[in-house]
């Protein structure tokens, strides 16, 4: 496969146990401070109107609070045309549990906001309002390759539109006693600002040939792998470590068919 | 965006399975909605789009694992009308790497999931997952997953699911996947099958009509859920009649399951696609509305559809044959416009027979001849995602 043209990371958000933001996820990525993933409360989010901030679902709230951080430094109009790409392999568990057990009730009783709350794109329109973005949005899921099929979407978005587009990836554990089960175990949610390679403001640095290449990729730093094993938008912690290292990088991300994508980091302008 | 070619296309719904069913039942004016007959939720007094024979569909043995209600209904549609050997004919030119699968779907396999989860929770016992269970019928994966498989495709795949404009949006996907060279094709399109949770979830917001949807009447009264799946084999090179010109992708930032009462963000999502097709409003001939039936959803889609083209083009909504799709809805209507296209007819409203006096676009309650050459299909769905596809006929 070809690559894309040459792309910016202009912000990061993360928002995991052990890494409950960028500046404090970037000095354990970068080997200055060990990894804690001590358990953490569902984050609030502040910008949700207060309807919304009640009725929010627990992939809402992580995911919000990734994307916030990706985007502090922006005035509201652009954070308004900010074009969106949100990106789970599986999806709100809790959501899903409360939904499969109203309906196997005797007397099926689903209540409205459970029912749009499990719109796999609930995140991206609670964001929507939350930001008073209007500008495209799409949620996507593609299991294990969940995160790089969401950087391929965003980079190709940055291609057509010229124009910047936040990334954000989010996978939760489901609930202990959840009728159906995944493996994940940690919570996991991160956001990247993306643009066009050449803008005024300085990036953190470039992607370079993006290609898809034979091969599985290697795991995260063991410590990592174990915390956050199975949960597709934590393969995103690849990209994030060579980020925080602040050295030229390759990257490799799962993608399908036991492939990878795989490109080049380059830090700053 | 650049322009790309449906080479080849197929679908399942209500109304049939394959072109020569369902072209009939639209030329025809023939609905295929049914009171519901659907045995897992037989208690709701609605009216569904149900496709007849999925529970007579087997699924070959290798593929034994993915057998669920949504992966029939597109096995079912992919061998409709050529369309596997059209995706097979082009894996053999281009190979397999080079052709992308997107689609979408608001639930994917979730019946199957519902149903095996209340029989657990009803008699007292854990539920029992065969393995890969999650991943070949429960994921919003699994669909995508199975068409790769089925079709021996390994380009580039997710599935989009924003709710009822997935299979609209999954064409702005792969116009982007062929423009950075992603892939030097597609297969888009999706599916949904009927399933409880939507079924009780409209009837919990009580947007689910008691009798066939009437979009765009007077007396609306709420949608008729029906399931769907149908594809398209998206190529540059001009094969076929119709291509796809635009695809215009907005958020309302409003509320999580009621339009924008002013249509803004379909407005936006409207003129995006006419900037992406380098067009202009009074190029288009007929609007496919989203034409949902519900109250709100048409009188918002008419301030969008006003706003967009003030020369009051020709518009319909198709969902009185389907009824809604939801998140295979989108594709589903991109292929009646791409049939409209193609012989220069255009559908009516089925069941409207006196239009909301309050909605000021041209609703046309009859289907007849007319001359079209670009047409536009609406897809809008809750999270106040709105998408917009722009569509051709003739090449140029």
Redesign the interface.
Known sequence: ?????ALAIESVGVCAPGLPTWSSAATVLADRAPFVPAAMAAPVNAALPPT?RR?ANGTTRWALAAAGEAIQDLAPQAI?GLA?VFAS???DGEVLST????????K?????T?????????P???W??A?????????????A??FA??L??A???V??SAAPVLLVAYDLPFPNNA????RVRTPFACALRLAPAGRASPPLGRIQDMH?AGGPCPALRSDLEVTFTYNAAARALALLAAIARGEQAGVALPY??GHHLAFAWTPGA | ?IPLYLAASSLVNGCGAGWREIGDALLQGRSGLRRNDFEPAQELDTWIGRVEGVEDVSLPDRYAGFDCRANRLILMALEQDGFAQAVHALRARVGA?RIGVFLGT?TSGILD??LQ??A???SGRA?H?PDD???QR????AG??FV?EYLAL?G????????CSSSA?VF??A???I?????DAAVVGGADSLA??TL???R??ELLSREPCRPCAVDRSGISIGEAAGFALLVREPRGAVSVRGCG?????????SPHPDG??AA?AMR?SLEGAALTPDDIDYVNLHGTATPANDSAEDRAVTATLPHRPACSSTKGWTGHALGAAGITEALITAFALEQQWRPGTLNCDAVDPTLAMRVETRSQPARLRHAMSNSF?????NCCLLMSVGHE
């Not at chain 2, 580039?156 to 709710?163: G, I, R």
Request: proline share 3%; with cysteine.
């Open positions: 496969m070809s690559a894309t043209a919304e009725r308004a969106t392999g599986d999806g939904v499969l057990r109203d309906l196997a009730a005797e099926v009783a689903l209540s409205p459970t029912f749009h709350n499990s719109v796999y794109n609930a991206a329109g609670y929507s309002i930001s008073r973005a209007l500008a495209a949005s799409t949620t996507i899921c593609a299991d390759a969940t099929a969401g391929l979407e980079a190709a978005q291609a057509a009728p159906i089960a995944t898809i399908h068919d | 965006m790497e608001s999931t519902e989860a209340r657990a929770q009803r539920p997952w269970f999650y991943a429960h994921s919003m994966f995508v997953r790769r390994r580039p795949a997710f599935t989009v699911s924003t709710a949006k702005g996907a116009a982007r996947a423009a950075t060279g992603l892939c409880l949770s009780h979830g409209f919990a917001l992708e907005s958020a309302d930032a409003w509320h999580m399951s803004a963000g936006a995006a769905g809750f999270g106040g995602n």
